[in-house]
C-alpha cells in the first residue's frame, strides 16, 4: 500500500546520522568531550577512590574513556554494516543508542565494584545502586556530544543541500523565458520566467497558471508532470507534491495546518499549495534558498534605484 510505503519513508533515520564520516566524527568528538568533562566534574568523587596524584588519574581516565570510545566505536561499526544491507527507522536508530549507555554502564559499573573498597563486587545491592549512578552520568557524559553531533550534522547536511543548489548552475540566472512542450516535443507556450506561479497536474495535462498583465491565466499543456519536472530541473520551479510545482520565487510561506503543510503565493487570490510529507524538507530548502536570492535581488534593485 502506498500510504503504507511512505510512511516507512518518512520514519527512516536521516542519511547524515548513519554517515561514515560523521560516525568516526561522533566517535572522536565523543571521547574528547568524555575526557575533559570526567577531569573537570570528578564523578563520585574517584579522584579519591584511591591516593594517586592528578597526572595519574588523568591517565586513569583516559584507559576509562578509551574503553568507552572502544565500545561505542564497535557499535557504531556494526550500524554501518547493519545500514549497507537494512534500512535504519528513527525508533530503531534511538533503541540502538539507549543501548549503547547500557552496555557503558555496564562497563563502567563493573569498574567502580572492582574499585571502590566501601563497594561488595558481587553484592546484587551494591550493583544496582552502582548502576543507576552511574547510568545518570553516562547519560551525561555521551548524550550531550550526541546531541551537539547531531545539531552540527543536520546544519551541515543543510548547507550541502544548499551548496548543491547554487552548484547546478542558472539556479534562477537561468532562463528568463521558458518555453513549454507538449508530449510530442511540439513547442506550445512561451512565458516570461517570473510570470509562472505554478503548475498542477491534471489527468495527461498540466494546468500552467502564469500572470499576464497582472491577472491569473491558465493554460493546458498535454504532458507529464515528471517529463515537465526534468526540464525545469535547474530553475526555482520546485515539485512541491505529486500533482503541484511551484514557482518558489513567488512563495512567501511554508506552513504546517493540522498534519497538512502548504506553501503561499505573493499572487493575491491564489490558493494554498499543498505540499506532501515526502517533499517537505525539498521544499523547505527550495524556500530558504530562492527566497534568500529574490530577497538579494529585490535589493539590488533598490540600491541602484536609490543610487
Known amino acids: 500500500m502506498p500510504s ?17 564520516s560523521n560516525l568516526v566524527k561522533l566517535v572522536i568528538f565523543t571521547g574528547l568531550f568524555s575526557l575533559v568533562f570526567v577531569n573537570l566534574y570528578k564523578p563520585f568523587s574517584s579522584d579519591r577512590w584511591i591516593d594517586i ?11 576509562i574513556v578509551f574503553i568507552g570510545i572502544a565500545v561505542i566505536a564497535v557499535s557504531r561499526y556494526l550500524m554501518n554494516l547493519f545500514v549497507r544491507r537494512f534500512s535504519l ?30 563497594l561488595q563486587f558481587w553484592s546484587l545491592e551494591d ?15 555521551v548524550f550531550f556530544p550526541y546531541l551537539i553531533s547531531w545539531l552540527y550534522f543536520a546544519y551541515d547536511d543543510k548547507n550541502k543541500r544548499i551548496r548543491e543548489l547554487e552548484k547546478r548552475g542558472v539556479v534562477r540566472n537561468g532562463p528568463s523565458v521558458l518555453h513549454f512542450n507538449d508530449d510530442k516535443g511540439g513547442q506550445r507556450l512561451s512565458v516570461a520566467f517570473e510570470a509562472v506561479v505554478y503548475l498542477e497536474s491534471a489527468d495527461n495535462y498540466i494546468e500552467i497558471n502564469y500572470l499576464l498583465q497582472g491577472k491569473m491565466e491558465k493554460f493546458m499543456l498535454r504532458n507529464s508532470m515528471k517529463r515537465t519536472e526534468l526540464e525545469l530541473t535547474e530553475t ?47 521544499a523547505t530548502e527550495a524556500f530558504a534558498y530562492f527566497g534568500r536570492r529574490k530577497a538579494i535581488s529585490l ?6 534605484d536609490n543610487v
Not at 535589493?299 to 541602484?304: A, I, L, P, R
Open 4 to 20: 503504507e510505503k511512505n510512511k516507512n519513508k518518512k520514519s527512516k533515520v536521516a542519511g547524515y546520522m548513519i554517515e561514515r
Open 89 to 118: 527507522n528513527n525508533i530503531e536508530y534511538a533503541i540502538w543508542v539507549i543501548l549503547e549507555l547500557v552496555i557503558l554502564s555496564g562497563f563502567y559499573t563493573l569498574y567502580v565494584l572492582w574499585m571502590r573498597s566501601d
Open 53 to 63: 596524584s592528578s597526572t595519574q588519574y588523568f591517565l586513569y581516565s583516559c584507559v
Open 299 to 304: 535589493h539590488e534593485v533598490t540600491y541602484k
Open 127 to 141: 550493583a544496582v545502586i552502582a548502576f543507576r549512578d552511574i547510568n545518570i552520568n553516562t547519560f551525561l557524559v
Open 236 to 282: 526555482a520551479i520546485q515539485r512541491c507534491h505529486r500533482s503541484y510545482m511551484v514557482n518558489f520565487e513567488h512563495v512567501t510561506s511554508l506552513h504546517k495546518d493540522g498534519d497538512d503543510f502548504f506553501v503561499e503565493m505573493d499572487v493575491p487570490d491564489t490558493k494554498r499549495i499543498p505540499v506532501s510529507k515526502t517533499y517537505v524538507q525539498k
